[in-house]
Nanobody
Framework: QVRLVESGGGSVAAGGSRRLSCQAD?????MGWFRQVPGKGREGVAA???????????SVKGRFSISREVSRDRRNSTLYLQMNNLKVEDSAVYTC??????????????????WGQGTQVTVSS
């Protein structure tokens, strides 16, 4: 069973920054960050594919940056989401997702079969 563990959530004032991390106990070709607020569906925020190609939802372009580090033996990887100039509407539970093969690194949740537990980010005005 692949495990994804997020960290870095918390409270921040609008305009501030926060960096989320997701530790995976294996290398995944595609990884992504999704977010969800109560009463709404899960939204793809940022994703990274096999060739480190990245995608972002329009609302975070220019503010968020996704990246990852892979261990030398490719047995572990860490996914990051650097969030700058945060807005109140960025408040959500952020969840890391991964897929090991046959993926494109897109923002659709159906592409990913492995999910973390999520970490809350709260942006106050």
């Amino acid at each position: 069973q692949v495990r994804l563990v997020e960290s870095g959530g918390g409270s921040v004032a609008a305009g501030g920054s926060r960096r989320l991390s997701c530790q995976a106990d294996a290398y995944a070709e595609c990884m992504g960050w999704f977010r969800q607020v109560p009463g709404k569906g899960r939204e793809g925020v940022a994703a990274i594919g096999r060739a480190d190609n990245t995608k972002y939802v329009d609302s975070v372009k220019g503010r968020f940056s996704i990246s990852r580090e892979v261990s030398r033996d490719r047995r572990n990887s860490t996914l990051y989401l650097q969030m700058n100039n945060l807005k109140v509407e960025d408040s959500a539970v952020y969840t890391c997702a991964a897929e090991w093969a046959w993926c494109a690194g897109g923002l659709g949740q159906n592409e990913y079969n492995y999910w973390g537990q999520g970490t809350q980010v709260t942006v106050s005005s």
